[in-house]
């Protein structure tokens, strides 16, 4: 049985995911997703380093590393800790929202799903799955145009994405073109797929 609710612990992967209450739309506009980019680097870059991730209008995708123990405040209780920084990062994007588009009421589903990843192939796996998830669900045909990660591993410009970690561990950046250039059987990885 996959457990949704897998506590944080430091130096520790997590597949990172959550959809609009009643598959309900969280992004309307680029500015909603720039906004919702802005605050995650608030609440969370200090803590989790992302190596992959998609936005896509009702649902999200984050693969991430929490950083160690000294990232935290001193005798922090790390899981505790996260949870809350996310549930401020759900209400402060829900407020901002929900002013602008004259609505009320939460916007995220109440418990987001993460699960603990184990090994490196499931790393790259789910680096894919993640990129290819807006094709998977017809939002786009292909990696141009979406609001993800892929574009800033390919990219020379700065980024706060893994990217050195997340082409080494493809080995190199042509082959991370190649892998995800290939349609991929998702059976194997079937128990880290949050949806």
């Not at 959809?19 to 200090?46: I, M, T, V």
């Not at 993640?130 to 020379?156: C, M, Q, R, V, W």
């Not at 042509?174 to 059976?187: G, L, P």
Request: net charge positive; proline share 4%; charged share 25%.
């Amino acid at each position: 049985m996959k457990e949704y609710h897998a506590p944080f612990k430091p130096n520790c992967f997590y597949h990172i995911y959550n959809r609009g209450n009643n598959k309900e739309k969280l992004f309307l506009n680029d500015d909603n997703y720039a906004f919702f980019l802005h605050k995650w680097e608030y609440y969370l870059s200090e803590y989790l380093d992302v190596w992959a991730y998609c936005l896509m209008p009702n649902h999200f995708h984050f693969l991430t590393e929490v950083n160690d123990q000294n990232s935290f405040p001193e005798k922090t209780f790390v899981n505790e800790f996260l949870e809350k920084r996310f549930k401020r990062l759900f209400s402060s994007y829900t407020l901002s929202f929900n002013k602008v588009y004259d609505r009320s009421g939460s916007l995220f589903q109440k418990r987001f799903k993460r699960l603990k990843i184990s090994s490196n192939s499931y790393l790259l796996a789910l680096i894919h799955y993640i990129h290819h998830n807006p094709i998977h669900h017809n939002f786009t045909e292909n990696y141009d145009g979406i609001y993800s990660s892929y574009p800033a591993i390919l990219s020379k410009s700065p980024t706060k994405i893994n990217r050195d970690e997340v082409l080494n561990v493809f080995g190199g950046r042509s082959d991370f073109i190649k892998i995800h250039a290939k349609e991929k059987n998702y059976k194997k990885i079937k128990h880290l797929i949050v949806e």
